[in-house]
């Protein structure tokens, strides 16, 4: 079988990757890929987002199967369109794909079929937020409405750090022009849920925590994830059957219910509260980095799990006993500036993913990105995991990269 997988970064060489271990799979291609997915799939130069050339080259070459990683693809309707052209496709609707694409959509569809969340409120009015954030308690969560990359949300300590987000948002359009949706702060920790959905029917894939701030012990900005483990110590099995039955299910349930069924991976980004479990936001496709660790615990067909999916059969899913953290090692200056094109050496393992890196003309494997790789390793423990995965780390060499030493550090240290 042919199959295309869209996307250039961690999470589509995870694909690949799971990809590359099928005995079913015969050829694979990258649009536009990396260099990482270079070496176990064809590289096709053709942007992530240009819907039109990517169907197009699904029809020249006879592909079987699309799977689809990034958010922008999605929401702009790249799976719709490939069905259209009689192309079998691994992702949800543009219509289902509201779920990450709107804020304000994810947030109403909550709140219609009691799924639950923060208390919020929309605006698309800068005069008219500021107000609201005048005698809001703080901190207080100022969410874009659309997608942003991982950046479009600000937790808000005080007044001036809320205004400064909604001008931001409001006024300077920095992601766009569109709403705000404001929330109130929830507090525990963070987990991520990723599920295969085939309409009303929802099959769990292993839960993972990412670590969103730059520097150990959760300091400094809040990136794209810095790290990533599985699987998680501190959910019972009363937190897993909450998330599962009173989140997942039903809001597949909803999608079906507002007539846009959704096909592909739903991402629940939950927080386990003081009041159980919460939805801090969805996703309509694999998480970044979680990706990355969950899919190397998988032990059966990943083809055979896409292919079921996307025939409304039920996917068979087998994981191994393992636990696995990786970390990402950033361009120094991320999440803000950064500088391009530093050369890296000893990058080669099969367990390090490719978030931004490619081949210059001089051969040499450099940095493109502000997320640069992601070294996973497993253990019998998550502490012997986090071993192995620093010491994978300090084989590469490169001049201009920074990394967290403590993903998964918590997690071990209190259980």
């Known amino acids: 079988m042919k199959v295309l997988v869209v996307g250039g970064g961690g999470r589509e060489h995870a694909i690949v990757y799971a990809l590359s271990k099928s005995k079913k799979v015969t050829e694979i291609y990258a ?31 006879q592909i079987d199967l699309v ?8 929401a702009l309707g790249i799976i719709d369109e490939l069905q259209k052209a ?15 694409s709107s804020k304000n ?13 923060a208390r919020y409120e929309v605006f698309e009015d800068y005069n008219d937020a500021i107000s609201y954030v005048e005698v809001a308690p703080f901190p207080t969560v100022i969410k874009y409405d659309g997608l942003a990359a991982g950046k479009g949300v600000v937790i808000a300590n005080n007044f001036e750090e809320a205004k400064a987000a909604l001008k931001d948002m409001l006024l300077d359009d ?11 702060y929830l507090e525990g920790p963070e987990f991520s849920f ?29 990136t794209g994830g810095m790290g990533a483990y599985t699987p998680l110590p501190f959910i019972t099995e009363d937190d897993y059957n909450q998330a599962l039955n009173e989140i997942m299910i039903p809001t597949a349930k909803a999608l079906v219910n507002e007539e846009i069924p959704f096909k592909g991976v739903l991402y629940g980004g939950l927080m386990k509260t003081k009041k159980g479990i919460k939805v801090i936001e969805f996703n309509c496709r694999f998480g970044d980095p979680e990706t ?15 292919m079921a999916i996307v025939d409304g059969k039920e996917p068979v899913l087998t994981w191994d006993d393992k636990y696995y953290i990786g970390v990402v090692l950033a361009s120094k200056g991320y999440p803000g500036d950064y500088k391009k094109g530093f050369i890296i050496e000893n990058a080669d393992d099969d367990h390090i993913f490719h978030m931004g890196t490619k081949v210059d003309e001089k051969g040499n494997l450099v940095t493109n990105g502000g997320r640069v790789l992601f070294a996973v390793a497993n253990g019998n423990t998550l502490e012997e995991a986090n071993k192995k995965a620093n010491q994978l780390v300090d084989g590469i ?19």
Do not use: W
Not at 86 to 96: M, V
């Open 397 to 415: 060499k490169c001049e201009n990269l920074f990394h967290r030493t403590d993903i998964g550090a918590k997690a071990y240290k209190k259980f």
């Open 105 to 117: 959509f994810a947030k109403d569809l909550m709140s219609k079929y009691n799924i639950p969340t």
């Open 194 to 222: 990723m599920c295969f959905v085939d309409g009303t029917n929802v099959y769990p894939l292993q839960l993972a925590q990412d670590h969103k701030r730059a520097y150990d012990n959760d300091m400094g900005p809040n």
């Open 292 to 306: 990355e660790v969950v899919l190397p615990k998988l032990t059966s067909d990943i083809y055979d799990a896409f």
């Open 174 to 184: 920095k992601f766009g022009h569109g709403k705000v949706v404001i929330e109130e």
């Open 31 to 61: 649009a536009p890929g990396n260099a990482g997915i270079a070496k176990l799939a064809v590289c096709v130069n053709i942007k992530d987002t240009d819907i039109e050339n990517i169907v197009n080259f699904a029809k020249d070459e």
């Open 86 to 100: 009689g192309i079998k496709a691994f992702g949800p609707s543009k219509g289902a794909a509201q779920i990450e």
């Open 67 to 74: 799977v689809v990683g990034p958010e922008a693809s999605l």
